[in-house]
């Protein structure tokens, strides 16, 4: 398999020790398994649990090195506890990895091993789905333990997250053409989304519901042939997409889409979609973004629907709840708009401020009561 990290995540990190790594960022627990039994080698990352337990997925990669599954796991779990705090959920931030090739090592054993480390830290962690893992494996998982979300719906899970990211990801979009162009409606404006997966295929039931002018492109042409039999869109290029005279660019892909040679081409006002991790490099291309004119809505604000999701199912699972908290992302949109403007920061660093006050108030109200 591909790296999913650059050499230079991985090099700088290679030359401290562990708790040297996990100070950076201030990460409370790292906790490594190993089973030679099953062949389990995992490491469980918990970056902070002020506001709650840990959670977030567990990704089954066949990393390069230990030492890129490790640099992984800090790098997801710290992102997770930034989305939690964003969304006002009471949830800290956590990630898991487990190492190796899924078509080769995944077993009922493995999990069930798996599941029992997790049960051994008594809640502090929660896992979810992640890349490589399913709803069924979650199933399995949760035969060992009860710190477990994503089950199915027949299980009191609560299913697929995707319609509710979708609607994170409306709400975001609405308050971005809010701030703009002065009203919400997304009438008329040219929206070029990116893959129509999960995500992006409810995310445009949404759009055409406002009479949106839609621009599409997927690398899977079933995905565009059966979105085109049901809404009038307009399909793009591969070479069409990022230059195309549009509003605002939804990436509902991949990650890292955001990077100089998108951004030489992009001619919208505005960039607000699914992906994680869509700036190449916050430093770079955050700032890339404001000098070029452009309103990003950070991503991890505008996509938190599917934590939100899996947050309900811990309190015995409701969607309409599930969807009315996500709706909120529209509000919370506007707060990291006025902060960015206030403090003169790039919207991906408002974003951070806002969470880092509420762990910060959240801590200070813990040490009082
Ligand atoms: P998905 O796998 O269902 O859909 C992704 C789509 O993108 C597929 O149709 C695929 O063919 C297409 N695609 C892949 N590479 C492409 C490319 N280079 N150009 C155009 N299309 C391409 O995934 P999803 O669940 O819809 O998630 C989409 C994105 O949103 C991912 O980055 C995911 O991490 C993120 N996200 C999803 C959720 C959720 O609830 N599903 C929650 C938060 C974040």
């Known amino acids: 398999m591909p790296s999913i990290l650059s050499a230079t995540d991985t090099q700088t990190k290679a030359t401290q020790s562990v708790t040297e790594q996990m100070s950076v960022f ?60 964003v969304a006002g959920i009471n949830l800290g931030g956590g990630k898991a990895v487990i ?47 009860d710190f477990v979300t994503g089950l199915p719906e027949n299980m009191g899970g609560s ?32 929206i070029i989304v990116q893959g129509l997966g999960n995500v992006g295929k409810h995310l445009i039931e949404y759009l055409a519901k406002e009479n949106a002018e839609l ?21 793009l290029s591969e070479s069409e997409l990022y230059s195309a005279d549009a509003d605002i660019y939804a990436p509902c892909a991949l990650g890292a889409t955001i990077n100089s040679q998108t951004l030489e081409q992009l001619k919208v006002k ?53 969807l009315s908290h996500a709706e909120r992302i529209y509000d919370t949109t506007i707060k990291i708009f006025d902060i960015a403007k206030k403090e003169k920061l790039p919207t991906y660093l408002a974003a951070n401020r806002l969470a880092e006050e509420r762990i910060k108030a959240i801590a200070q109200l813990n040490a009082r009561l």
């Not at 830290?121 to 069924?136: F, H, P, Q, R, W």
């Not at 995707?162 to 997304?186: F, Q």
């Not at 916050?282 to 934590?307: C, S, T």
């Open 26 to 85: 201030n990460h409370e627990q790292i906790v490594f398994c190993n089973d030679n039994n099953v062949g389990l080698k995992a490491i469980i990352g918990i970056h902070n649990t002020v506001l709650g337990p840990a959670l977030g997925g567990t990704r089954m990669w066949n990393y390069a090195s230990e030492q890129e599954a490790l640099t992984d796991v800090l790098r997801l779990s710290r992102g997770m506890t930034y989305k939690s705090a």
């Open 99 to 145: 190492i190796g090739d899924p078509k080769k090592i995944k077993t009922e054993a493995l999990l069930r091993s798996y599941g029992k480390f997790i049960d051994n830290l008594g809640g502090k962690y929660i896992t979810a789905e992640d890349v490589s893992m399913n709803s069924k494996d979650m199933e399995i998982i949760h035969m060992e333990t």
């Open 159 to 190: 299913g697929d997250p995707s319609p509710v990211t979708a609607m994170g990801v409306w709400m975001g979009m609405k308050a971005s053409v809010k701030e703009v162009y002065g009203n919400d409606s997304l009438e008329g404006k040219k």
């Open 215 to 235: 621009f599409v492109y997927d690398i899977d042409s079933e995905k565009i042939k059966s979105v085109s039999k049901q809404y009038k869109i307009k399909v």
């Open 270 to 322: 505005i960039i607000c979609g699914s992906a994680n991790n869509q700036l190449a490099d916050e430093n770079i291309h955050g700032k890339m973004v404001e000098e070029k004119g452009i309103l990003y809505a950070p991503d991890f604000v505008v996509n938190a629907g599917g934590i939100i999701n899996v947050y309900y199912e811990l309190e015995g699972y409701n969607r309409e709840r599930a």
